[in-house]
């Protein structure tokens, strides 16, 4: 929901880089990561090292093929137990090994909440994980347990402990360290709405309100107040959108690189002051939560988790919350936060390596594996974007078969 325009944009596409785009192959921190299986040391009980990551091929141009691209090392050992958590100064944080494991994995959850599991149950991929063994061939496995796996996978990525953990604790540990890491992903999010909160308003001039930039028509303010329309999580708010303007000729024309998903994203990630002061390597020298756990790359998953707690905090919406069925007067954010990896997949290939390259830190792209709760109607800007990223994919491959 959106000003759109029929005509073409004055806006134009961010120019891609002209050095080659970064792969898996020339990024030292990409790795695909198989913990969980033969390799990793909950199953090999003769070794207690990492397990040796196998990198991916560095010619695929695909992003769906870098679902695991630039995730943190599995030999990172620091922890954000004094994590500043949009503070300006982070301080040092003590070494892994000196937290509990509760602690640890606590902790370990604000950063997997923020980089790619917002809101999925840590339970499932646990359990895959610790029933699997050395002899098991992943690529046998029926689809559910393939994504299953590959979700163990990048949540050890991120919490490299969790193997020798569950190892030492065996199944019944495995709910406290679920319920720990759940624990530390609702308080990133507590901790990262009431932080936005407390800055949003000194990023730009609402004017003349927050609601402008969810719903900017007075039509459809007025549709909403009277009750003749409802807000679904497939109406993608303009703030998405470069300078709050949508393009209907092409509705990726600056989606996700609006104002408030740049800021939202730097003061999260990097630190307040980035935020304020918008151009990049500007601001705080201090580390904010994605150095202090090595992370150079956007994500996907990250850009939707922004992009989600802004949703809601400029909204009237007291209490954030995913959203169902069952509390049919609350916006349902997770889906909203679904469709957003959805369309972003939907995306030309080399537009969104482009935005994700392009956005925050200008490093190393990495995709992911979502899928939109499909609540969209055929009219929603959500469905266009995928019909229209749908036809451009097909045109483009017409035109490569024509050229061959």
């Known amino acids: 929901m959106g000003r759109t325009s029929g005509k073409s944009s004055k806006k134009t596409r961010t120019s891609r880089p002209s050095k080659s785009r970064a792969t898996a192959g020339n990024n030292p921190t990409s790795r695909r990561i198989r913990t969980g299986r033969s390799a990793s040391p909950m199953y090999r009980q003769t070794s207690s090292s990492s397990p040796a990551p196998q990198t991916p091929s560095s010619n695929s141009s695909d992003p769906s093929q870098l679902t695991h691209q630039s995730l943190p090392s599995p030999t990172h050992r620091r922890s954000d137990t004094l994590l500043s958590d949009n503070e300006e100064d982070a301080g040092e944080t003590p070494a892994d090994d000196d937290l509990n494991p509760d602690d640890y994995h606590t902790n370990k959850g604000r950063i997997v909440a923020r980089y790619r599991f917002m809101w999925k149950s840590f339970i499932p991929m646990m359990e895959e994980g610790i029933s699997c063994t050395a002899e098991d061939d992943p690529e046998s496995f029926p689809d559910h347990r393939q994504q299953l796996y590959d979700n163990y996978n990048d949540l050890v990525a991120f919490v490299p402990l969790l193997p020798d953990h569950l190892r030492e604790a065996g ?14 992903r609702s308080k990133a999010r507590s901790t990262d709405i009431h932080s936005l909160k407390q800055n949003i308003h ?38 998405l959108w470069k300078d709050e303007y949508v393009n209907t000729r ?44 090595g992370l150079r790359n956007v994500t996907i998953h990250s850009l939707s988790y922004v992009s989600t707690l802004a949703r809601f905090v400029l909204s009237d919406q007291q209490t954030f919350a995913a959203g169902d069925k069952t ?43 979502e899928v939109s709760d499909g609540d969209e109607d055929g009219t929603s800007i959500l469905r266009q974007m995928k019909e229209q990223a749908a036809r451009a994919k097909q045109a483009k491959q017409r035109s490569q078969s024509t050229a061959a």
């Open 171 to 184: 199944p019944q540990g495995l709910m406290a360290m679920a319920k720990a890491l759940d624990s530390g």
């Open 202 to 239: 000194r990023w730009k001039k609402f004017q003349p309100s927050f609601d402008a930039m969810n719903c900017p028509s007075l039509g459809i303010q007025t549709a909403l107040r009277d009750g003749t329309k409802k807000v679904k999580a497939s109406d993608l708010p303009v703030f």
């Open 250 to 293: 092409d509705f990726f024309d600056g989606f996700m690189r609006g104002e408030i998903v740049q800021k939202a994203f730097k003061h999260i990630f990097i630190s307040p002051s980035t935020a304020r002061d918008m151009q990049d390597g500007d601001g705080s020298r201090r580390r904010g939560n994605a150095a202090i756990h």
């Open 327 to 369: 509390t049919p007067n609350r916006f349902p954010f997770r889906s909203f936060y679904n469709n957003l990896i959805s369309v972003m997949r939907a995306m030309d290939e080399e537009d969104l390596e482009d935005l994700l390259i392009w956005t925050i830190f200008g490093g190393t792209s990495n995709s992911d594996d």
